[in-house]
């Protein structure tokens, strides 16, 4: 045993928290959730809207399209408009729609069909089904993705540089840069603004996969000119397994034929019309496939009502806050001769919403927290992930599950575990 930051640490940092008063809101199971980055808890905001929708699927049938508060037929391009403050964009750039690997595939095909190179640049730390997806969309178009999907290597198998960002822009020419804007296993935080300012100036298109960071970041998208953005909607926003996605397009950008069109990205205007002639919607509508999934959609709508009122500047001021605690307890336990590390960033503006604990036998030391209630996920080959997310979780819950981290690894209670031979982390 070693001395360890004292428990009223935690709640003096928690004493005038803002936004103490969402946690009460949301049903978590028994222990502590620090899985947010994964999949957000149910929130009694979500369940509400959910259950609105369905009573009006049972009260109105299909007059739902068209004649409650929020019709249907337009629920899609409203969600957009409520996330939009979340990302930093004019509301008529967002739109929620499809899953976020569609997303990917129906604008990255939509623009390297106008872009002069069929090169995409990525990186090597990329969640894998991004380049599942361009992969396609490149093969699709007659090119080899071996040739023309380029990934910038990690000098340290956790971050990427910006540097070497740039400097593969220039030694490979491509017509797209594609970046996560935080990896998601180290938790780094990528500038966006500078990567699309030097995509730029190179003539090249920025996009981003948001995914790991909406909810959870303040982002500016337009202020900055990113071309296009996705980004699910069960993480940070509480959507709800599945939830809708969504996706960005600057405004410069409207009017391009989408790659994967469909009829709910028709002109809103005409497209009871019936005409066999694709007319896109004006707007980032235009990206949108099939028909809005009413029930996988109408829980993020209370989610984004509790972002309204919280804000997002105070959410992510706040997950600063909690990943820096975790950041020091971690780090005091490594300096007190515990076989942990911090492998995120310890700078605030380099990290997202959660703290990669490398540990050689993370896999059984992320069931061992598991046992005792507190729910993360492993990634290989060394990492825990923990997430303290900022509407529902506390410094004082950061603080208990580094004290149960600590008990775990003084104990070696990991070593009940088998070590993993495959299956969901």
Not at 46 to 51: G, P
Not at 68 to 79: I, K, V
Not at 343 to 358: I, K, L
């Amino acid at each position: 045993m070693t001395d360890f930051p004292p428990r009223r640490t935690a709640r003096e940092l928690d004493r005038d928290d803002p936004l103490s008063r969402f946690a009460d809101r949301f049903e978590i199971p028994d222990g502590q959730y620090m899985d947010g980055n994964s999949l957000g808890p149910i929130s009694e905001d979500a369940e509400r809207s959910l259950d609105r929708v369905v009573d009006e699927w049972r009260e109105l049938g299909i007059r739902g399209w068209t004649d409650p508060d929020e019709p249907w037929f337009t629920y899609a391009e409203r969600l957009g408009s409520m996330t939009a403050p979340l990302v930093g964009a004019d509301e008529a750039e967002v739109v929620v729609a499809n899953s976020t690997t569609v997303n990917i595939h129906t604008l990255v095909g939509t623009f390297l069909d106008v872009v002069d190179s069929p090169t995409v640049l990525v990186n090597d730390l990329d969640f894998p089904t991004d380049h599942y997806a361009i992969r396609a969309q490149v093969r699709q178009r007659g090119y080899d993705p071996d040739e023309h999907l380029i990934a910038v290597e990690s000098r340290d198998g956790r971050t990427i540089e910006e540097d070497d960002v740039v400097a593969a822009m220039d030694e490979h020419d491509p017509g797209i840069v594609f970046l996560p804007s935080v990896l998601y296993r180290s938790g780094q935080l990528l500038d966006v603004a500078r990567i699309t300012e030097a995509a730029h100036d190179r003539g090249i298109l920025a996009g981003f996969d948001l995914a790991h960071s909406v909810g959870a970041v303040d982002h500016d998208l337009s202020g900055v000119g990113v071309d296009f953005a996705v980004w699910c909607g069960y993480k940070y926003l509480n959507g709800g397994p599945g939830a809708i996605a969504g996706l960005y397009v600057n405004r410069e950008h409207f009017g391009e034929t989408p790659a994967l069109a469909g009829w709910w990205g028709h002109d809103k205007e005409t497209q009871f019309d019936m005409n066999l002639t694709f007319t896109p919607a004006a707007d980032a509508g235009a990206w949108q496939i099939g028909t809005v999934p009413m029930l996988s959609a109408a829980p993020l709508e209370g989610s984004l009502r509790m972002f309204e009122e919280a804000g997002i500047e105070t959410v992510r001021e706040k997950s600063v806050s909690l990943t820096t605690h975790l950041v020091d307890l971690v780090d005091a336990l490594s300096e007190a001769g515990y076989d942990c590390d911090v492998g995120t960033p310890r700078d605030p503006d380099r990290r997202g919403g959660h703290v990669a604990v490398e540990h050689p036998e993370a896999y059984r030391v992320s069931l061992a927290l598991k046992e005792r209630g507190v729910v993360v996920d492993y990634r290989p080959p060394n990492v825990v992930r923990i997430c303290p997310a900022p509407l529902y979780n506390s410094h004082e819950d950061v603080w208990e599950v580094a004290d149960e981290l600590r008990t775990i690894l003084d104990e070696a209670a990991y070593e009940q575990f088998d070590r993993q031979d495959g299956g969901v982390t």
